[in-house]
């Protein structure tokens, strides 16, 4: 097992189905009846949070609300929804990575436009 990366239920479950040569079958079998399972879980579809969905709409809402060509700082932003710049700045990155807004800086405080 790698030790630089964090151990997970899987990998171990892994781990030891790769060293256990003289485990009895059924271990064996219940072993691998657990990493079935973990993998199932693992790949499974999972519903977004309700702070993940409020969130979405949020970002949408912000672009909504700029104004092409108009420069805004986080606080700005915030202001605008009745928030702090804490609860703008996430969703600004979150923007800026999907391509929607550009960051600029200046003397180091970020300000924000639209793409």
Known sequence: ??????????SAVNFAIDNLT?????????LTA???????????????SAKQIASAEARNEI???????????AAD????????????SPKLTALVNAGLVVKTIDKRKGYYTLA
């Open 22 to 30: 003289d485990a009895p079958a059924d271990v064996m079998e219940r």
């Open 63 to 73: 672009v909504e609300r700029m104004e092409p060509g108009v420069t805004y700082s």
């Open 34 to 48: 657990l990493r079935d399972s973990l993998v199932k879980r693992a790949s499974a579809e999972r519903k977004p």
């Open 77 to 88: 932003i915030g202001k605008m929804f009745g928030e702090t710049s804490a609860w703008a």
């Open 1 to 10: 097992m790698n030790t630089s990366s964090k151990a997970t239920y899987l």
